[in-house]
């Protein structure tokens, strides 16, 4: 069989990729983590998901060395058998596309709702999902350079509207910390949880690293990173807005637009959105790229170039139907609607996969055959 | 009376003499091409000379000399050349002399030896003529290529094989500036249109025997000579390796610039962006070889090509190298600047007064309001008509001739602009965005890559009309993807800032001085990249305690 993917990326683009799947929809929605009672506490919510993802990541990166050079849809009909494999692949590739029509819906709709609200929302998923489309047919390493060029960018902009609003920042926003108690702080903690779960991508992208051990070091980083940044901006948010955060749908948005600076530099509000607008199209194209690698791999496909269109074209159909509003988009992790589903979807799933791996490689070696597929 | 019948007899004699149909009428050229091939030269002078004069078709510059050789021996000798492109003084003194003067009488004993005319035609070759090179060929074909590059020809009587000697000579340009790619600091000579000139000027700057050169015939019909040229031991085989195969495989009839090879052997043939780097400067091509890069240089063109290269290389001037760090690296960074400019200026002034008003100060806001109160367009059909028109005068200002050409720009400048605005055609800041996109779109040195960047402004032009800063925003990343999936060679175009290779960020981002710049591209040069010492940077005297 041919080889699906020939690309190579390297650690940074790793770490370049990852992060910008984790932190775009994070901007543009959380930290809010609308439908949860956390207000200004969600910071602590957030570190604590931090951690609690971390013991995750080590598994998969065991899975991968178990399994060197497979994705985890292959692995999975290693592990579970052809049937149960192919059903656990399903899920995942469905859970991909569903995070790919999460993202370009929360981008597009960031437009419509904040400032262009005349045009149809078709048109925004439309082009972003042609030009997603175009790039993950192009495969993973045209991928990778444009998010190791426009991860430098979005970094930029966001240290930069971290830091211009700290003028209008009251310390006091903070406190008193777990007003109502630590019960709403955990229910934040497990709805960001569920959201970190998306990180499984990371477990298609490891067998395409240039250096395989390097795979350790580098899903640990981006987790920190991530979880950090993350925190951080919760933080600003709170200090800036205090009680009133509760009430933002989009709280990057709102962050920019309370900076001024002088008389020139005011509702500048835009440059910052169309700068996630690149990052939401990396992480939609991620997710795309990696639902297309899971269907040719579980079909047993010979190239997954013909996949793209149709399949994105999917992705935009997804992200007009499963959200009939804004509210949807951003409700979807809390423990109301898919949170529980999505912890089922990728962390138990990762859990079964890891104790099927460990069962059969004891199996394995107690019949005293030799190494494991 | 005698003299008048003469006259009348020689007159009617003309008359019978009607012009033959020459040989090959009706013969297809390959077809003609290949019976030459077949063709080799035979013992008899004579027929020598018919087949000669037959495949030229007996052209006007074709001369001939007929000599005889030896006193005693008086054997007949024929020199060919084409009239033109030889110089006279070597072939009169180089060939023709020395085969009529004394030196090339035979001794007593040699005459006496009775040599075969095989022997005597080596005897010519290697101790009569006096030219610095002399190729011996049996065939005709290859007899007839060293006629028409100007080189002269010699025939034996008995031999069935040719000398061809180098005496050429004809009229070129010399070497001047630089006409596309001038430098304020730097070396002031630029390439001409011979290959030999071009080589030498490369000697000229990289004097180490490593500079290796191989030559190449392209081109069925005008069997243009390329060369190309690498530094061995610092060039990746491969490379070489791949640029010969692609040069060898080009199957065409003719070749007259480099930008006909760039064509046929680039990598991305639909990219809007070049791939190959095409420089009229010795000094930019031998800084190229020193990276590992190999050379194409063509005959009859002063254009050389450069592979592989990087988006980078064609924001760089060559005098970024020879001014000081701090100029370099400041230049450096406007150049990148106004190359983002040109392709988004026009784009962002509609995205931005069309969508984004808030973007604007107020007071700007208010006067580009007043501005365009009186303008019946739409703001996106003013700018394309704006831009349509300055392409119009680009390409009509490369052919004005040089007398009307100032004249003529003055009416364009102060006529046509000032003329529109006050009619309410366009408006007056949309003339400076114009006009400030033009002055940003030529500061690549590199002519390719400027045009095609700006002449990408219009499709941006008009995503911006329709879907504001969103659209610009899609294009540029549009753009970007595209660029990040071409290949030079192999080399990925955005290398180092995608792959990020962090080690030849200083020589991309800014320029760091010359003591720092230790390292060969790594992309390039896997075997030895570092090119100097580590402790260049210049200090001052140690300082004497006491005086």
């Excluded at chain 1, 190579?8 to 983590?33: D, M, N, W, Y």
């Excluded at chain 1, 910390?177 to 960001?192: D, H, K, M, T």
């Excluded at chain 1, 933002?248 to 959105?273: D, K, M, N, T, W």
């Excluded at chain 1, 170039?305 to 994105?312: E, Q, T």
Aim: glycine share 6%; net charge negative; proline share 5%.
């Amino acid at each position: 069989m041919a080889v699906l993917e020939g690309g190579r990326i390297s650690g940074k683009q790793f770490i370049a990729l990852a992060v910008l799947t984790r932190i775009l929809a994070a901007l543009l929605e959380a930290p809010t983590i609308s439908g949860t009672n956390a207000g200004h506490d969600v910071w602590i919510a957030i570190l604590i998901s931090t951690f609690l993802t971390l013991p995750w990541v080590f598994l998969w990166v065991q899975l991968a060395k178990m399994y060197p050079g497979k994705t985890i849809i292959q692995y999975s009909m290693d592990i579970l058998g052809p049937w149960f494999g192919r059903l656990v692949g399903l899920v995942l590739i469905v859970y991909f596309l569903q995070q790919s029509a999460h993202a370009v819906r929360v981008a597009a709709d960031a437009y419509v709702t904040t400032i262009m609200p005349e045009t149809p929302l078709i048109v925004f998923i439309a082009i972003m999902t042609a030009l997603s489309s175009n790039c993950a047919r192009s495969g993973l390493e045209v991928l990778a350079r444009a998010a190791d060029i426009v991860f430098p960018l979005v970094m930029f902009l966001l240290v930069l509207i971290l830091v211009l609003p700290i003028g209008t920042a009251d310390p006091l926003n903070l406190l008193p910390v777990a007003a109502y108690g630590w019960q709403p702080i955990f229910e934040a903690s497990l709805s960001s949880f569920a959201i970190f779960g998306e990180l499984i991508v990371m477990t298609m992208l490891f067998p395409y690293l240039d250096e395989a051990k390097e795979a350790n070091r580098l899903a640990v980083t981006t987790v920190l990173l991530a979880g950090f940044l993350f925190t951080v901006f919760s933080i600003v948010v709170a200090l800036v807005f205090g009680p009133a955060m509760g009430s933002l749908i989009f709280p990057a948005f709102s962050l920019s637009r309370s900076i001024e600076f002088a008389f020139v530099v005011e509702r500048v509000e835009v440059i910052p959105l169309v700068a996630w607008t690149l990052g939401a199209g990396v992480k939609q194209t991620v997710f795309l790229w990696a639902a297309m690698l899971g269907i040719a791999q579980l079909f047993n496909l010979s190239e997954m170039k013909s996949l793209a269109y149709p399949v994105g074209a999917l992705v935009a159909s997804f992200s007009v139907w499963l959200f009939s509003t804004i509210f949807d988009a951003l409700q979807f992790y809390t423990a109301a609607e898919f949170g529980p589903l999505a912890i089922i979807a990728t962390y138990v799933i990762s859990l079964v996969l890891y104790i099927g791996a460990l069962i059969r490689r004891s199996v394995r070696s107690s019949r005293g055959e030799e190494a494991r597929p | 009376m005698v003299l008048l019948l003469e006259r009348l007899w020689q007159r009617l004699r003309r008359k019978k003499e009607t012009p033959q149909p020459r040989d090959f009428d009706g013969v297809s050229l390959s077809e003609l091409l290949e019976f030459i091939q077949s063709q080799d030269l035979v013992s008899d002078l004579k027929e020598n000379e018919a087949m000669i004069k037959q495949a030229l078709g007996d052209s006007s510059d074709l001369t001939l000399r007929h000599l005889r050789f030896g006193r005693e021996l008086q054997i007949p000798v024929l020199v060919l050349h084409i009239d033109g492109m030889v110089d006279s003084e070597t072939l009169m003194n180089g060939l023709i002399g020395p085969i009529l003067g004394k030196s090339s009488w035979l001794s007593e004993e040699e005459s006496g030896q009775r040599l075969s005319r095989s022997e005597l035609f080596l005897l010519m070759k290697e101790q009569i003529l006096r030219n610095s090179s002399v190729h011996e060929t049996a065939s005709l074909d290859e007899l007839l290529d060293y006629l028409v590059r100007g080189n002269a020809v010699l025939l034996m009587d008995g031999v069935p094989k040719a000398l061809a000697c180098e005496v050429k000579g004809w009229a070129e340009r010399n070497v001047q500036q630089p006409t596309t790619e001038v430098a304020v600091r730097g070396p002031q000579n630029a390439f001409i249109e011979n290959r030999r000139v071009n080589t030498t000027l490369l000697r000229r700057i990289i004097a180490s025997p490593l500079l290796w050169f191989e030559d190449f015939k392209v081109g069925a019909v005008t069997n243009t000579m390329v060369t190309i040229a690498y530094i061995k031991g610092l060039v990746e085989d491969s490379l070489v390796e791949e640029v010969r195969e692609r040069i060898s495989s080009i199957e065409i009839d003719a070749i007259f610039e480099s930008g006909h090879i760039e064509e046929l052997i680039e990598d991305a043939p639909y990219s809007p962006f070049p791939t190959i780097l095409r420089t009229e400067r010795p000094d930019k091509v031998a800084a190229a070889l020193l990276e590992g890069r190999v050379a194409i240089i063509t005959d009859g063109t002063p254009y050389v090509l450069v592979v592989p290269v990087t988006f980078q290389s064609f924001l760089t001037a060559a005098e970024d190298y020879y001014e000081r760090f701090f100029t370099g690296s400041v230049v450096r960074f406007i150049r990148a600047v106004a190359f983002f400019l040109a392709l988004t200026l026009p784009s962002t002034y509609v995205a931005v007064t069309n969508f984004h008003q808030e973007l604007l100060p107020t007071s700007l806001t208010l006067s580009i309001a007043a501005q365009r109160e009186g303008v019946p367009f739409v703001a996106i059909v003013e700018a394309l008509f704006l831009e349509v028109s300055f392409e119009l005068l680009r390409e009509a200002g490369i052919r004005l001739p040089k007398a009307i050409g100032p004249a003529i720009s003055i009416v364009g400048a102060l006529i046509l602009g000032e003329a529109a605005v006050s009619a309410g055609l366009v408006s007056s800041a949309l003339v400076i965005v114009v006009a400030a996109t033009a002055i940003a779109s030529f500061i690549s040195p590199i002519y390719s890559m400027s045009i095609s960047v700006h002449l990408l402004r219009f499709p941006m032009i008009l995503l911006a009309g329709t879907l504001g800063l969103f659209g610009v925003m899609m294009g540029l990343a549009a753009i970007l993807i595209h660029l990040c999936s071409v290949r030079s060679f192999g080399v990925p175009y955005l290398t180092p800032l995608a792959p990020a290779v962090p080690s030849e960020w200083k020589d991309t981002v800014v320029r760091v001085p010359m003591w720092k710049m230790d390292t060969r591209p790594k992309s390039l040069v896997k075997k030895e990249f570092i090119r100097q010492s580590p402790r260049q940077r210049p200090q001052p005297p140690e300082q004497e305690d006491t005086e």
